[in-house]
């Protein structure tokens, strides 16, 4: 990395979790400022997260104090003191560590050019967390910026879990010119060591998230010095660690980390941990990225992992030390989700990780991005175009689309350039685009951002009634804390609260008791890789791995090839039976819980044209079900390609996906405001803003640019088009129709999640006896 530095070329460094990655990307600026020492901003770095941008600080500290550099390294991030903030502006450290959000709203004041022109090195760490998204997008944009107005600047990028370091040397690179970036690859280093806890040799039927082993999970906890206990979402960590509480028989210290909560507490928590005061952490994503505990020696993954890369990056969290095995534990939480682990141990051993699929930049993205150049200077839109064509997902954008974009910035577009709130920018007797008012900077620092939340409420405990103040624990969804009335209780924090009182956004609790409901986010459960789906139709089909496998996993395998068939490793599987006066198609897809919703209602379309009177669908991230009066014979011309894409639009038009989509890009591209100084906005406020301009620019303007964007995010995002597509394609060449004249193995796990709420742990006794009752029904062997 050194050498890479000092011949002045871009580098991408690729090693395992401990390897050292952090310090080689930061050692050439160590040894720079101590050859050549320099006041002003030296090094850039970016991350992910906002803790561990603190984490890094501190672990630089030790070999800078060591060395005896006199040298600042200082953290902004949206924790970061708004004073604080400003002097350092005036007076830069040497070294920044940061966030995209941050550097994207570093880059808008008039002052950030003469900060900037200085910097040397810009270092992006878990460079595979931005590349594939609107986060990327930013980020790409403001490394074109900053080379503008530094064109010495040597970029580095940082990963653990690239499977394509070509395409991520593009992404990085100026022009997206993969040859002028150096890959430098690390040592692998010891194996991991990944299992699979299987208590007394029987898995569930149903469930997502590992509740059913709480017990055995406690007891590895008890034998590990610091354990990181992984979820998928939110809101299973709140369940998960009251789980793991009621099984805490040596009442060991844990504690619980995710993004809704206050940054007093994460930080409370992670300095917790750092100086060994916990036994265990109950944590999503919000800590898998590069943070270096090395007391952590148990990394534990409630439910399957959904993807090889993400296994990787967490089991990575222990034993953070090249020499030394990381040791990881994923708890499955049914027997599909089995054979989902024992997929992501093989995948992750043998090397095989997720490929990463590039996207193009977005167009809301951009427009947010003009719009914060205005704010910092005057701005030529040639110099511009030119500059942003230089950001990999910007390469192919034309002069056209461009112009449309900065039209849409200056006038809000064709249908809204009547009304004078959306005129933004003017041009100057130069020609240069300036903001139409200095106000509207500020409004654009308080908007900016690619992460769209769901507006939130705040939770504010010990205050006992509103207007006496009290602790902020966080924040829970609008949607969910609307529904809340004096008196409810709900878990958060890891505590039973009761609400004593409502103030405008503050939702007042004090410590309750009973049953209390949980709090569910928007957007929590990921979608299997298309990876690992492939290499769970490979253990389907390797009859000789089974013998690993517990015994009743093995044996509903067995019963499955015995009464139907199992899915191929290439073909489409359907089966059809009768059950309770309706009749059931099961289609084993295998390609992601968001495709095989879009399919779901694609076939629903299709058999009520067809006078099938279907009843609903559900999909999982293996199969769709799809229930009906009348019987299906004949499903292939339901699996058609043809028209597909003609439906699908008629569909989205009418469903809440488009709309939903049309929102969040509003927002990023500032039509809709999240936030106005002074006031309060409810979601409700923003849906309403976002339904009527969506219905004025469906009508009067349907080529709109954020029309298009919103239609080109609710088609990938939302509904994974790609791999339905593919599906639908393999169902034309490969399709397996099976007749059955009762419910299959594998076909309980799906029929078990039908009318359920998305709200975790839903496992009540009368799902138990209906799990009981299907899985002796399809286990039976004639």
Known sequence: MVAAARAGRHALLVAPTGAGKTLAGFLATLADLAENPRDGLHTIYVSPLKALA?????????PVSEIGLDIRIETRTGDTASD????????????????PESLALLISYPDAAAMLAGVQTVIIDEIHAFATTKRGDQLSLALSRLQALAPGLRRVGLSATIADPEGYQGWLAPDADAASVTLVTGDPGAAPVVEIIVPDDRIPWAGHNGRWAARAVMRSIEKARLAIVFVNTRAIAEVIFRDLWSENDQALPIGIHHGSLSAEARRKTEDAMANGRLRAIVATASLDLGIDWGDVDLVIQMGAPKGASRLLQRTGRANH????????????????????ALAARDAVLAGDLDTDVFRTGGLD????HLFGLAAAAPFSADDIYAEIRGAAPYAGLSRARFDEVLGFVATGGYSLKAYDRYHRLTQDRDGRWRLTHPRLAAQHR???????????????????KPGRGGKRLGQIEEWFGSQLRVADSFIFAGLTLMVT???????????GRGSPSVPTYVGGRMPLSTNLAARVRGLLNAPDRWTEMPADVREWLEIQQLRSHLPGLDDLLVETFERDGRWFMIAYGFAGRNAHQTLGMLLTQR?????L???????????????????????????????????????????????????????????????????????????VSSDLIYDVLRRHEPSHLLLTAAWSDARSKLTDIDRLATLLETAQARLTLVELDRVSPLAVPVLLEMGRESVPGAADTALLIEAAALAAEAMQVD
């Open 54 to 62: 603190v984490d890094v600080q501190r672990n630089l500290l030790t």
């Open 84 to 99: 604080k903030k400003r002097r350092q502006r005036e007076a830069p450290p040497q070294i920044l560590l940061t966030t």
């Open 321 to 340: 030390r090249m020499d030394e095995a990381s040791h990881a534990l994923i708890v499955p939480g049914n027997r599909f989700e089995y054979l989902e």
């Open 365 to 368: 993205v951009l427009a947010q």
């Open 446 to 464: 308080l908007n900016s951002g690619t992460i769209v939340e769901a507006v939130t409420m705040n939770v504010v405990f010990g205050s006992g």
């Open 501 to 511: 009182g409502f103030d405008g956004p503050d939702i007042h609790v004090q410590v």
């Open 607 to 611: 058999m009520e044209a067809a006078g």
């Open 613 to 687: 009177q279907p009843l609903g669908f559900v999909g999982s991230d293996y199969m769709v079900a799809v229930w009906s009066l009348q019987r299906v014979t004949d499903p292939k011309p339901l699996f058609s390609p043809d028209v597909f894409e003609d439906e699908l639009t008629e569909w989205m038009a009418a469903s809440p996906f488009l709309r939903r989509a049309f929102r969040e890009v509003a927002i990023i591209g500032g039509l809709i405001e999240r936030a106005i100084p002074g006031q309060h906005k409810t979601g409700r406020a923003m849906s």
